[in-house]
C-alpha cells in the first residue's frame, strides 16, 4: 500500500482531532500529509506547525489548494456545517475522495445535492460517524445480519448528559436552528446525540441504508435551556423495514450515562453501549455480555476510508448515501414537532456552577427511563410540560423549509 495523499480543511474545533490522527498514520507511513487549509491561521498555531513539520503546504483558501494539489487522494474536510456541501462537491468535481465530519449536510436538499455531485464523479465519501466503527456495534450488526435476533421490531437509543451554560457559550452556533442565514439545527439529534440516532437507524435495517429508510416520524423536541435549538427530544421512527426506532436523549440530567441501543427481536433481544459493550439474551440459551475493550474510532474510520480507496472491494463503514436516513430524519423530526418547545421554569432547576450555570429538567432520568420501557412519548404518558406532536410522512420528502423567515 502507498500513503494516500491527503489534505485537511479546517484546523480548529473537530480539525484538531483530526490533525492528531493525520500525525499518527502519517509517522506509520499509510498517508502523507499534502496540503492544509484554513481562514482562520490563528485558530491553531501548534496545529499549523504540526502539519508544516509534516511537509504540508499551507493554504487560506481550500479551493487553491485543491486546484494546486491534482495529485491528492483524499481531502479531510472539518470545516463548519454549512460548509460541508460546498465543500465536499468542489472535491468531487476534481475526482478527490472525501472524509466529511458528521453530520454531512443539514437539509434533506443539501445532501441530495452532495450525492448528485459524487454520483457524477469518481469520489468516495466517507462521512465521519465514528461510532459506526466500534467492534461491539459490528457485532451486533453482525447477529442481527445473520438472523441471530429474528426480525427486528424495535430498536430504543437512549442518551442522558448534563450540558452547562458554557456548552453552549462555546461557539456562535451552539444552540442555534440558524446562524448567518445557514440552518444548523444544533441539538440532541443533530449534534451530541447523532451518533446514537444513526446507529439506531443502522440497526432498524441491519446494516442495509434502504431498509432503515424513515416512512414516517412523530417527535417532540423541547428545551429546557434559553436557545432556539433543542436539548430534549423523543422520537419514534417507522422504517422500510417494518422495526420502529424509539429515541430519547437529553442534556438537562443531573449526571453522565452511557449512551445504549437496545433491539428487540422475534428470537431475543440486545444491548449496545458506547462504551463497546455488547450483551446478548437469545431466547432459550444464556445471556451474554461482552467488552471489546478500548478502540479509537476515529483512527478506525481512518483505516477503513485508506483501504477502501485502494481496494474498491472495501466498503465504507459510513458512505454518504447511508447517511440520507440520518438526515431525513432529523428534517422530520423538526417538521412533526413543529416548533422545539419551551419548558417552564416551574420543572427546572438551576443551580450556578463554578462560572457557569446548569439547567436541568426535574426527573428526567426517571421519565426517560419510563418512556423508553413502555415505547411512548413524553406526551403520552401525561408529563405536564409534553406537548403531542402529529406523524409526518417521509415518503415523498424532499425539502426542509421549517424557520425560513
Known sequence: MRAIRTALIGLGGFGKVHIRHLVELSGQGLLEVTAFSDINPDINPSGWQQLLALGG?????????????????????????????????????????????????????????????QAGSSSLCQVNFQNTSGAAFRELLHIIQEGQLGDVQSVTGV???????????????????????????DGT?????????????????????????PLDIQAELYHANAIEGEDTSCLRIRTQSGAIVHFYASLCHEGESIPSITVKGTLGEAVWKYNNMLAIQITGSQP???????????????????????????????SLQQCRQFVLAVNGAFESSGETHPISDVFLVRRNEGNTVFTGITGIGADVGRAATDGMLFSEMGIPWAVAAESFSLGSYQKFGL???
Open 159 to 185: 442518551g442522558l448528559w448534563k450540558r452547562t451554560q458554557a456548552y453552549y457559550d462555546r461557539t456562535p452556533w451552539a444552540g442555534k436552528l440558524k446562524y448567518k442565514g445557514n440552518y444548523v439545527l
Open 403 to 405: 424557520f425560513s423567515s
Open 189 to 213: 439529534i443533530n449534534n451530541p446525540f447523532a451518533h446514537l440516532l444513526n446507529n439506531c437507524l443502522l440497526v432498524a435495517g441491519g446494516g442495509n441504508a434502504e431498509e432503515s429508510t
Open 57 to 117: 503546504a499551507p493554504y487560506s483558501d481550500y479551493k487553491t489548494m485543491l486546484d494546486h494539489h491534482p495529485e491528492l487522494d483524499l481531502v479531510v474536510i472539518a470545516s463548519p456545517i454549512p460548509m460541508h456541501k460546498e465543500m465536499a462537491m468542489y472535491a468531487f468535481s476534481r475526482g478527490i475522495h472525501v472524509m466529511l465530519e458528521k453530520p454531512p449536510a443539514v437539509t434533506i436538499q443539501d445532501l441530495d445535492e452532495m450525492l448528485h455531485a
Open 288 to 318: 451474554t455480555s461482552r467488552s471489546f475493550g478500548e478502540e479509537d474510532y476515529v483512527h478506525n474510520m481512518y483505516l477503513n476510508t485508506l483501504a477502501a480507496i485502494q481496494d474498491e472491494s472495501v466498503a465504507l463503514l459510513s
